[in-house]
């Protein structure tokens, strides 16, 4: 079936990085990737809409210069967080559907946890 | 906006009995998906089962079957002879059927507890 990639599954780093996190859809193209944020014990809140080859969408009160989308295949997507500080410390999730089949199912990637010294 | 409700954050089962989780949703379409995901401690997003707006057959997928009241904007889970791996949480979750770009609305979740 199909999968989809996420790397890197947990990252640990120092305040004011930046840190890329990679999805690929292994076995099918995506036009759209959509990326999670997911807090402990609450549910997942959408932050953005990857579009391929073009700028991506931001959620209301996701700061698009803070994190930086990049769908630059139809394969890839990539979300960077730029100047990382600790309240950007979270669980982040990747998810994308097979371009022209609106009948099938979101695959997700595994997350990335993310955490920020 | 299309919100999804579920109103029981927690809910537990003795293993081997059946246990439904709630939930409702509100949108003006009339054609769209709605979903149950399941998200064990290993924090993977696994579809339990899926369910066509059009369709008026309730979904079902071994022990796992949902109750899909189209007026009501109501789709609950019920879980069959529970096991101990049923224990995650779990997400309702609804999307328009457009192609490629719509995404998915997820309530809050219901943690489920599977009493041996």
């Known amino acids: 079936g199909a999968v989809v990639s996420q790397h890197p599954s947990w990252v640990i780093c120092k305040s004011g990085t930046s840190v890329k996190i990679e999805c690929r859809s292994l076995?099918?193209?995506?036009?759209?990737m959509f990326w999670y944020r997911q807090f402990p014990k609450q549910s997942l809140m959408l932050m953005a809409t990857?579009?391929?080859?073009?700028?991506?969408?931001?959620e209301q009160g996701v700061e698009k210069d803070k994190f930086l989308i990049n769908h630059a295949s139809l394969t890839l997507s990539t979300l960077t967080v730029t100047s990382a500080h600790p309240e950007d410390s979270s669980f982040y999730i990747c998810s994308a559907r097979e371009w022209g089949h609106s009948n099938q199912p979101q695959h997700f990637g595994d997350g990335t946890r993310l955490s920020i010294l | 906006a299309q919100t999804v409700t579920q109103s029981q954050p927690e809910m537990s089962v003795q293993e081997a009995e059946t246990v439904t989780l709630s939930c409702t949703y509100d949108t003006s379409e009339s054609d769209y998906y709605l979903f149950w995901y399941k998200q064990p401690p290993s924090r993977q997003m696994i579809l339990v089962i899926r369910?066509?707006?059009?369709?008026?057959q309730n979904a079902t997928e071994n022990r796992f079957s949902v109750n899909f009241q189209k007026a009501a904007k109501s789709f609950s889970l019920k879980i069959s002879d529970s096991q101990l791996g049923d224990a995650a949480m779990y997400f309702c979750a609804y999307r328009l059927p457009n192609s490629g770009n719509t995404p998915l609305v997820f309530g809050k979740g219901t943690r489920l507890s599977v009493i041996a």
């Open positions: 990857s579009n391929e080859g073009s700028k991506a969408t931001y």
């Open positions: 076995d099918f193209q995506a036009t759209t």
């Open positions: 369910q066509e707006a059009y369709k008026q």
